[in-house]
């Protein structure tokens, strides 16, 4: 059973903090990993992708990947009110096939 | 303009009847998908089309049946409902395979 974990949450910062997202997966094969956002009562949204190890940043976005380790992160920098909602990690596990985990719902206080 | 949209929004329907979602998007990929959320919020793949061919079957009870009309649509219709068909039905597709894009989802309840 190939498996995406998150920790549930939920995640709970202040405002201008950074907020730091964390997966990990269990097939050595995957070759591709994102991070999706969930808002309540809405669709995935695309938010960042990454296929080699290290760092990729998007704006206040910036994603991790440790294949050695199995191992995705998300930071957030200054995180915002609006940041609040449930980030999906994701990887692809076979042929066109993306495996989510089951999400980390982060809070961000104002 | 919607990307990816679907139809309807909403589905309440009472259990043993046949309904459908329909997926349209506007994109120009040639890669469609349907994902099922379920009340927990995870969400699963049940099925994918590469130019309105299926690649992807996943483990789902043969009362669902995917159609694809052409690589811009896919439908998905579901027979004979049960209570533990509720949940919300996300169409995604995808240029390569890889970076998949959601449309609104539809939230299916069976009474």
């Known amino acids: 059973q190939k498996e995406v974990e998150q920790n549930s949450g939920p995640l709970s910062v202040p405002e201008g903090a950074i907020a730091s997202l964390n997966c990990t997966y269990s097939d050595r094969g995957s070759q591709s990993f994102f991070w999706y956002r969930q808002y309540s009562g809405k669709s995935p949204e695309l938010i960042m992708s990454i296929y080699s190890n290290g760092d990729k940043e998007d704006g206040r976005f910036t994603a991790q990947l440790n294949k050695a380790s199995q191992y995705v992160s998300l930071l957030i920098r200054d995180s915002q009110p609006s940041d609040s909602a449930t980030y999906l990690c994701?990887?692809?596990?076979?042929?066109?096939?993306?495996?989510f985990g089951k999400g980390t719902m982060l809070l961000v206080s104002p | 303009d919607t990307a990816v949209s679907q139809t309807p929004k909403y589905l309440v329907t009472q259990m043993g009847n046949d309904k459908s979602i329909k997926c349209e998007q506007n994109l120009g990929h040639d890669t469609m998908y349907w994902y099922k959320q379920d009340s927990k919020k995870f969400l699963k793949i049940m099925f994918s089309?590469?130019?309105?061919?299926?690649?992807i079957n996943e483990t789902v009870p043969n009362r669902f049946s995917p159609k694809s009309p052409d690589k811009a649509h896919l439908n998905l219709h579901i027979n004979s409902l049960e209570l533990g068909d509720s949940a919300v039905y996300f169409c995604?597709?995808?240029?390569?395979?890889?970076?998949?894009?959601f449309g609104p989802g539809t939230r299916l309840t069976v009474t």
């Open positions: 089309y590469n130019n309105k061919e299926l690649i």
């Open positions: 995604a597709s995808s240029s390569d395979r890889i970076e998949q894009y």
């Open positions: 994701a990887v692809t596990t076979g042929y066109s096939t993306l495996t």
